[in-house]
């Protein structure tokens, strides 16, 4: 059982008002991600992270910001939600292992704009 | 969000029968790859993994084969169970420049396994 978490689990907000969801791992390692996934729906790359104080934007647009100040902490930030943004959202982490790069998940964020 | 992709295929089987998924990858340089499975309201979760250098891998009740010259990899669950009801998905990624480490995560394939 990988060592990441995601809070909150599920989020009802209303258009306009700016948001943080958390994830935080345990595990010490230097990469992190944020995946963007609809119900039924693939995982979409929105940013990644190779260390503290390096982000990236990943393959998906996304209007959200992340920052990495911390190894363990990298939250992801909308300014202005809007309904478009209603989604699952998906942190995970990675080391390199005896040259294998195996993501671990957190659980989720379920998020519903009104 | 809006939807980008396509809705996930479908896999229904019995329980104790054996379960193919199928998955097509998109990168020739791709060398490792990866199975995850999820569960509805949870992340994805590792199952077993395989480096291009080999054509074949078995863990608990799985097996991955990779070929390579068509760029297809498969997952193999043995006996089945109800608890095997997932959404399965299998990523690649290559090592090297600065997309070392990101993976390409595929449609995925949502399982159902009826008692």
């Known amino acids: 059982e990988a060592d990441i978490y995601q809070t909150p689990r599920y989020l009802v907000i209303g258009t306009g008002k700016k948001i943080t969801l958390e994830c935080s791992q345990t595990?010490?390692?230097?990469?992190m991600y944020w995946y963007q996934q609809d119900p039924g729906m693939e995982l979409h790359l929105i940013h990644y992270s190779y260390g503290v104080n390096s982000t990236e934007k990943g393959d998906l647009s996304s209007e959200s910001t992340v920052s990495r100040i911390r190894t363990e902490h990298f939250p992801l930030t909308l300014e202005s939600a809007r309904p478009s943004h209603t989604s699952q959202y998906l942190c995970?982490?990675?080391?390199?292992?005896?040259?294998?790069?195996?993501?671990?998940f957190g659980p989720g964020t379920r998020l519903l704009v009104l | 969000g809006e939807s980008v992709g396509l809705h996930l295929p479908t896999l229904s089987v019995q329980e104790g029968d054996n379960s193919i998924i199928n998955c097509a990858y998109s990168?020739?340089?791709?060398?490792?790859f990866i199975w995850y499975k999820q569960e509805s309201g949870k992340g994805p979760q590792f199952i077993i993994d395989?480096?291009?250098?080999?054509d074949k891998r078995q863990g608990q009740r799985v097996t991955v084969l990779l070929n390579k010259t068509v760029k297809h990899l498969s997952l193999q669950i043995a006996a089945t169970q109800p608890g095997d009801s997932a959404v399965y998905f299998c990523?690649?990624?290559?090592?090297?420049?600065?997309?070392?480490?990101?993976?390409?995560f595929g449609q995925g394939t949502i399982l159902t396994v009826h008692p």
């Open positions: 395989i480096r291009s250098n080999m």
């Open positions: 995970a982490s990675s080391e390199p292992r005896l040259a294998k790069e195996t993501q671990y």
């Open positions: 595990m010490g390692h230097d990469k």
């Open positions: 990523a690649e990624t290559f090592a090297g420049g600065t997309s070392y480490g990101k993976l390409t």
């Open positions: 990168n020739s340089a791709s060398d490792y």
